[in-house]
């Protein structure tokens, strides 16, 4: 389609010029800084901030967010907070643009159900989270489920284990939750991407494992499952409203039509070599309409400029 691909960030080394492992996430705020989410072991810092001039300005560390199991997804909502989900941590959390700490949901390595007639309100694999216009917000759980549920537990807050999106408004509030939970018409085995569309509130789930996306109203109602031939790894819309998904281990990052027509392919497919990767993961776009993805199993940040007007 006529983008060309750089590797204009940095990661910063650890000891001995060791860069780390994987970034599964990337996020652009309203200033056009990049954020980038890194799997990183014990010790080493795992969110960075980078400038519109690809500058390292902020690095946050485990002072402020601990650890993260498994770094999975990150986005930016309309405020520049930015939400990092730890699939195995079983915690999302809102850092601010200052690189602070202001929310958790979850309890640090404690799966289970969200239960809010218990006043519980844990997680279970938190995959990514999601912004309607409102405020509002989705996070996609579900990774390690893949159906059957998690029966096999002998904790009674964790019983269900049931891939499921939950739905709370923009101060952290309990609207409602749907769950996956099996193979079939509105069903899904993980929602292990989520998307909300831009023109209707549409909430849009990328059950990777099964192939497919799954649409659901803002409210939770089943609308259609579109079936594909890739891996669904991520979902997003760009600055026109138009949708992208990352198809995995493809290396690929396919534009679509909302019926799951192919309209373009960006990426040189699966490998290390220049515009390849291991496994495309969770995008952003800048103001420009630039686009940038990370790689989960390769630390480095590939920006694919648009292409220009003649």
Same mark, same amino acid.
């Given at each position: 389609?006529?983008?060309?691909?750089?590797?204009?960030?940095?990661?910063?080394?650890?000891?001995?010029?060791?860069?780390?492992?994987?970034?599964?996430?990337?996020?652009?705020?309203?200033?056009?800084?990049?954020?980038?989410?890194?799997?990183?072991?014990?010790?080493?810092?795992?969110?960075?901030?980078?400038?519109?001039?690809?500058?390292?300005?902020?690095?946050?560390?485990?002072?402020?967010?601990?650890?993260?199991?498994?770094?999975?997804?990150?986005?930016?909502?309309?405020?520049?907070?930015?939400?990092?989900?730890?699939?195995?941590?079983?915690?999302?959390?809102?850092?601010?643009?200052?690189?602070?700490?202001?929310?958790?949901?979850?309890?640090?390595?404690?799966?289970?159900?969200?239960?809010?007639?218990?006043?519980?309100?844990?997680?279970?694999?938190?995959?990514?989270?999601?912004?309607?216009?409102?405020?509002?917000?989705?996070?996609?759980?579900?990774?390690?489920?893949?159906?059957?549920?998690?029966?096999?537990?002998?904790?009674?807050?964790?019983?269900?284990?049931?891939?499921?999106?939950?739905?709370?408004?923009?101060?952290?509030?309990?609207?409602?939750?749907?769950?996956?939970?099996?193979?079939?018409?509105?069903?899904?085995?993980?929602?292990?991407?989520?998307?909300?569309?831009? @023109? +209707?509130?549409?909430?849009? &789930? *990328?059950?990777?494992? %099964?192939?497919? $996306?799954? =649409?659901? /109203?803002?409210?939770?109602?089943?609308?259609?499952?579109?079936?594909? @031939? +890739?891996?669904?790894?991520? &979902? *997003?819309?760009?600055? %026109?409203?138009? $949708?992208? =998904?990352? /198809?995995?281990?493809?290396?690929?990052?396919?534009?679509?039509?909302?019926?799951?027509?192919?309209?373009?392919?960006?990426?040189?497919?699966?490998?290390?070599?220049?515009?390849?990767?291991?496994?495309?993961?969770?995008?952003?776009?800048?103001?420009?309409?630039?686009?940038?993805?990370?790689?989960?199993?390769?630390?480095?940040?590939?920006?694919?400029?648009?292409?220009?007007?003649?």
């Amino acid at each position: 389609m006529g983008y060309t691909f750089s590797y204009p960030f940095n990661l910063p080394p650890a000891d001995k010029g060791v860069y780390g492992s994987g970034v599964p996430a990337v996020g652009i705020d309203s200033k056009g800084n990049l954020w980038a989410f890194q799997r990183n072991e014990a010790g080493r810092p795992q969110l960075f901030k980078f400038d519109p001039e690809h500058r390292l300005i902020l690095t946050v560390g485990e002072d402020v967010i601990g650890h993260q199991e498994k770094a999975h997804g990150m986005s930016v909502d309309p405020s520049d907070n930015v939400w990092i989900a730890d699939a195995d941590g079983s915690t999302v959390m809102q850092v601010s643009p200052e690189g602070k700490l202001l929310r958790t949901i979850g309890e640090k390595n404690r799966r289970g159900d969200w239960d809010e007639a218990k006043g519980q309100r844990l997680l279970w694999q938190p995959m990514y989270v999601a912004f309607a216009p409102n405020g509002e917000l989705y996070i996609g759980e579900g990774h390690g489920n893949e159906s059957p549920n998690d029966t096999e537990s002998d904790d009674p807050s964790n019983n269900i284990g049931a891939a499921r999106i939950i739905h709370l408004d923009k101060n952290g509030k309990y609207i409602n939750q749907w769950f996956g939970n099996s193979v079939g018409q509105g069903k899904f085995s993980m929602a292990h991407g989520v998307a909300v569309d831009p @023109r +209707n509130g549409d909430v849009w &789930i *990328g059950d990777r494992e %099964q192939y497919r $996306l799954v =649409v659901y /109203s803002k409210s939770g109602e089943f609308i259609k499952t579109i079936q594909m @031939r +890739n891996l669904i790894c991520a &979902i *997003g819309f760009d600055p %026109q409203g138009v $949708l992208w =998904v990352a /198809s995995g281990q493809d290396g690929q990052l396919l534009k679509l039509d909302r019926a799951g027509n192919v309209l373009g392919a960006v990426g040189n497919g699966a490998g290390r070599g220049p515009g390849q990767a291991i496994e495309t993961t969770y995008m952003a776009w800048d103001r420009q309409g630039n686009l940038y993805s990370g790689d989960t199993s390769v630390p480095r940040i590939t920006q694919w400029a648009v292409p220009k007007r003649r």
